[in-house]
């Protein structure tokens, strides 16, 4: 703390003998010794509270950073939940749409196929003709006869 070497600490005790007198002299160092040590631990107490009021402020200091970083995560945590969320009730309503379409299609479908069978006609045999008779039916710009001229 200080810088006093063993020569002027003997050179203090001499002028404290001489000016106070060799009587008085052990009751003073004395008190001087105790005033000294309640110094020393009013220093000390004085160092160790600075010492924890800077780590305090060091830990709100990062309790801060980390309430900031918790808050910043959590609202981009928000802001994908939001954009999910959106994206499921788009996808939600398109697939509810394409189910009503298809619902809306197949009862067509149902009710086509109902009515197409109601209104078919009687299906027509078909005729067949002997192979060795001629056609009947002549083609355009033959005679009637079947005969060619």
């Known amino acids: 703390m200080f810088d ?30 105790h005033l000294y040590g309640r110094m020393q631990r009013y220093v000390s107490t004085v160092k160790s509270d600075i010492s924890r009021e800077m780590q305090a402020d060091e830990l709100r200091k990062v309790g801060q950073e980390f309430r900031e970083s918790v808050e910043s995560v959590s609202s981009s945590v928000q802001q994908q939940a939001t954009v999910v969320d959106d994206y499921l009730r788009n996808e939600t309503s398109n697939v509810s749409k394409v189910l009503t379409a298809m619902g809306t299609i197949e009862g067509e479908r149902q009710v086509t196929a109902a009515a197409l069978r109601e209104s078919a006609p009687e299906p027509v045999t078909q005729q067949s003709l002997p192979l060795d008779e001629p056609d009947q039916n002549p083609a355009p710009g033959e005679p009637a006869s079947g005969k060619s001229a």
């Open 4 to 33: 006093i070497g063993f020569t002027e600490l003997i050179v203090i005790g001499v002028v404290a003998l001489i000016v106070i007198g060799p009587e008085r002299l052990p009751k003073v160092a004395r008190t001087a010794g």
